[in-house]
């Protein structure tokens, strides 16, 4: 049967009603890859995942959410829809407001948002709004407008994106047979890991403390499925640490810019989370981002953008230091494509060769590169 999303897959675990029509664009069932080669290069002994959610519609685990924000919204009888965002979540409501034929209103800070992402908002038809500010201002901004005016907020403060987001736990699951020793991801407003927990909690069939944060949400088919949770492991960037260093960032900078965010709404779910798991917050620095973002790409051939990249670059961190302990089964969610920004991959890689369209010029250059010869084997 055709796959139909993750509302038609998940529907008793999740708040929609048998009938409720969904919003959807086939979101969900996203490859769990095995890092094959990354162990051996680095002589680390760990089971490695890569849950790529930028294999979403839009390229970003938003579509999980966003599916079930604009189904519910549809389902009421909104006519238009708003977000504050880094990117990911503007052009996921971008999308899945064109698809539900609602008015889409997006805040984003000017030019700091990845082209990709700036350019799937527009194409969508969205309304974008470049504020002279940050994310954080966005997002105070879109609260008190959702206060005045009849459009829905679609940020991880509305409940439903979150309960859709949880089904990527759902999916580990299946895909492992059981869940990971550890799950690590970037962590931006934190709505992301309280909603990977949620989903591991009900699988476990266990409460957690993060659920009480969405007003008018329950447990949805708790089910025991899984013997035990997984550990959670989030990093934030380290000019974007707020829930690391245990206050708010003025000024956040990184070049993660998804996730340059200083004071996250889902701060206090996101503790809750950590602290049930047993597991912590820590940060990495630009530079590791981007090196492991490069080295992900060159020995896997899977392309994520930079605040995704840092869920691999945490884990090698922790894996150096003995935190995850050896023999760990880790997954990392890789929350979106490398293809939302495509400037700073551009900007971090070799330039082309440029050559006349001539065969002995690119026999040489081509000759000079093959495996095995001087120029490769350094
Ligand atoms: N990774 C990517 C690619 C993101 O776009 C985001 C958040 C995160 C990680 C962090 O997830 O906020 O749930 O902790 N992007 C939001 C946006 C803020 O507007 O697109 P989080």
Same mark, same amino acid.
């Given at each position: 049967?055709?796959?139909? %999303?993750?509302?038609?897959?998940?529907? !008793?675990?999740?708040?929609?009603?048998?009938?409720?029509?969904?919003?959807?664009?086939? @979101?969900?069932?996203?490859?769990?890859?095995? +890092?094959?080669?990354?162990?051996?290069?680095?002589?680390?002994?760990?089971?490695?995942?890569?849950?790529?959610?930028?294999?979403?519609?839009?390229?970003?685990?938003?579509?999980?959410?966003?599916?079930?924000?604009?189904?519910?919204?549809?389902?009421? %009888?909104?006519?238009?829809?708003?977000?504050?965002?880094?990117?990911?979540?503007?052009?996921?409501?971008?999308?899945?407001?064109?698809? &539900?034929?609602?008015?889409?209103?997006?805040?984003?800070?000017?030019?700091?948002?990845?082209?990709?992402?700036?350019?799937?908002?527009?194409?969508?038809?969205?309304?974008?709004?470049?504020?002279?500010?940050?994310?954080?201002?966005?997002?105070?901004?879109?609260?008190?407008?959702?206060?005045?005016?009849?459009?829905?907020?679609?940020?991880?403060?509305?409940?439903?994106?979150?309960?859709?987001?949880?089904?990527?736990?759902?999916?580990?699951?299946?895909?492992?047979?059981?869940?990971?020793?550890?799950?690590?991801?970037?962590?931006?407003?934190?709505?992301?890991?309280?909603?990977?927990?949620?989903?591991?909690?009900?699988?476990?069939?266990?409460?957690?403390?993060?659920? #009480?944060?969405?007003?008018?949400?329950?447990?949805?088919?708790?089910?025991?499925?899984? !013997?035990?949770?997984?550990?959670?492991?989030?990093?934030?960037? &380290?000019?974007?640490?707020?829930?690391?260093?245990?206050?708010?960032?003025?000024?956040?900078?990184?070049?993660?810019? &998804?996730?340059?965010?200083?004071?996250?709404?889902?701060?206090?779910?996101?503790?809750?989370?950590?602290?049930?798991?047993?597991?912590?917050?820590?940060?990495?620095? !630009?530079? @590791?981002?981007?090196?492991?973002?490069?080295?992900?790409?060159?020995? @896997?051939?899977?392309?994520?953008?930079?605040?995704?990249?840092?869920?691999?670059?945490?884990?090698?961190?922790?894996?150096?230091?003995?935190?995850?302990?050896?023999?760990?089964?880790?997954?990392?969610?890789?929350?979106?494509?490398?293809?939302?920004?495509? !400037?700073?991959?551009?900007?971090?890689?070799? #330039?082309?060769?440029?050559?006349?369209?001539? +065969?002995?010029?690119?026999?040489? +250059?081509?000759?000079?590169?093959?495996?095995?010869?001087?120029?490769?084997?350094?």
């Amino acid at each position: 049967m055709n796959y139909t %999303g993750i509302i038609d897959k998940y529907r !008793d675990r999740l708040p929609v009603a048998p009938r409720t029509k969904a919003v959807t664009l086939n @979101e969900g069932a996203t490859p769990l890859v095995e +890092l094959v080669n990354l162990p051996r290069v680095l002589r680390r002994d760990v089971r490695l995942f890569a849950k790529f959610d930028g294999l979403n519609p839009t390229g970003s685990f938003k579509d999980r959410g966003m599916t079930m924000a604009v189904t519910r919204a549809a389902e009421e %009888g909104a006519r238009a829809i708003i977000c504050a965002s880094t990117g990911n979540t503007s052009a996921a409501a971008a999308a899945y407001a064109a698809r &539900a034929g609602m008015a889409c209103f997006v805040l984003i800070p000017e030019g700091k948002i990845a082209l990709g992402k700036l350019s799937q908002a527009m194409m969508h038809g969205s309304v974008v709004l470049q504020i002279r500010g940050n994310f954080d201002d966005g997002m105070r901004l879109v609260q008190q407008i959702g206060a005045r005016l009849p459009v829905e907020i679609v940020n991880s403060i509305n409940p439903y994106r979150i309960q859709g987001q949880k089904t990527v736990a759902f999916e580990v699951i299946e895909a492992l047979g059981a869940p990971p020793d550890y799950h690590a991801l970037p962590v931006g407003n934190a709505g992301n890991i309280t909603a990977h927990w949620i989903g591991y909690s009900e699988s476990a069939g266990a409460q957690t403390a993060a659920l #009480k944060v969405s007003p008018g949400m329950r447990d949805y088919g708790r089910r025991a499925i899984a !013997d035990r949770r997984p550990v959670m492991v989030g990093y934030q960037a &380290a000019g974007a640490a707020p829930i690391v260093r245990g206050r708010p960032v003025e000024n956040p900078e990184t070049v993660a810019t &998804a996730i340059r965010i200083g004071n996250p709404v889902s701060w206090q779910q996101a503790l809750a989370a950590s602290r049930e798991s047993g597991g912590w917050f820590s940060e990495c620095t !630009d530079q @590791e981002i981007l090196r492991v973002q490069k080295l992900l790409a060159r020995s @896997e051939g899977v392309f994520c953008e930079p605040a995704s990249a840092i869920a691999l670059a945490g884990v090698l961190q922790d894996l150096e230091i003995g935190r995850i302990g050896a023999g760990s089964t880790v997954v990392c969610t890789l929350t979106g494509h490398g293809l939302k920004d495509p !400037d700073t991959a551009i900007a971090q890689s070799a #330039k082309p060769l440029t050559v006349d369209a001539d +065969l002995t010029a690119i026999e040489r +250059l081509i000759s000079e590169r093959l495996p095995g010869t001087a120029a490769t084997s350094s």
